[in-house]
């Protein structure tokens, strides 16, 4: 199916992640052309950015100065910014109920997932507004839906971007007409990541438990459906929507 999508200029922030990865290679092998942000993991964006043909760019996204400038310099490098994937975010890799998070991590956590969503937004937003054009898929979880044990913080901050934040926005463009807001929200994916801590059999059999398709997603998975929603072709009548890339998950087996 053709996406329109040759020739676009593309921001995935968090572009050299397990999923990241997955929704640049999407992008590229669309035609589009893809800006990689990274925070600190240069060297891999770098290495991405060559193999597609596209431009890998630094910026600290916790400060809203810095996404200004990330989006002012790929309008100006590339003389325009179509689609932005506000992907970048942090996982907590320490289970702990609320009452022993300290205040530390609970910032630290909303900062690097709600804040620098709401800093991505607020940036390339700006730029839509002007060019009364735009999409933008924001990269939320099925933790801020079902809820995550041992993990309130990030449940709460990919809660907040899937909900309040999704739904504002839709509105805040829709006086633009052509710019378009929405959001995926992956489940249990299989990334690089996740194989070296291990995926085993008891592991894969509790996250599958509520779900229909009995297996674990992919990041490519994810990726065509952000590319699917971000294509003004394909889905040029839907904005405000949250798609659950989870196999028909339904909740969660409480421990």
Not at 231 to 236: A, P
Request: aromatic content about 4%.
């Amino acid at each position: 199916m053709e996406t329109g999508l040759d020739g676009k200029v593309v921001l995935v922030t968090g572009g050299a992640g397990g999923i990241g990865q997955s929704i640049c290679k999407a992008f590229s092998s669309e035609g589009a052309k893809v800006v990689i942000h990274y925070h600190e993991s240069e060297k891999s964006a770098i290495s991405l950015a060559r193999e597609l043909g596209g431009v890998a760019m630094g910026a600290d996204l916790r400060d809203p100065v810095a996404a200004n400038e990330l989006i002012s310099s790929i309008v100006a490098e590339l003389g325009s910014l179509d689609v932005c994937v506000a992907n970048a975010g942090s996982y907590p890799p320490i289970s702990k109920p609320l009452w022993e998070i300290e205040a530390s991590r609970w910032s630290e956590t909303m900062a690097s997932n709600l804040g620098v969503t709401v800093n991505t937004a607020r940036s390339f937003l700006s730029h839509a507004s002007k060019a009364r054009a735009g999409s933008m898929v924001m990269v939320g979880s099925t933790a801020g839906i079902y809820g995550e044990s041992g993990h309130s913080d990030y449940a709460a901050a990919k809660g907040a971007i899937t909900s309040g934040l999704l739904m504002s926005l839709k509105n805040d463009v829709s006086e633009l007409v052509g710019v378009r807001v929405n959001a995926v929200a992956p489940g249990w994916t299989v990334t690089p990541k996740k194989l070296e801590q291990g995926v085993d059999d008891e592991m894969v059999g509790r996250a599958t438990a509520t779900m229909s398709l009995k297996k674990l997603a992919t990041p490519e998975d994810v990726a065509r459906v952000v590319v699917m929603l971000s294509s003004d072709v394909v889905s040029g009548h839907v904005t405000g929507q949250v798609i659950e890339v989870a196999g028909g998950m339904e909740g969660r087996l409480i421990p």
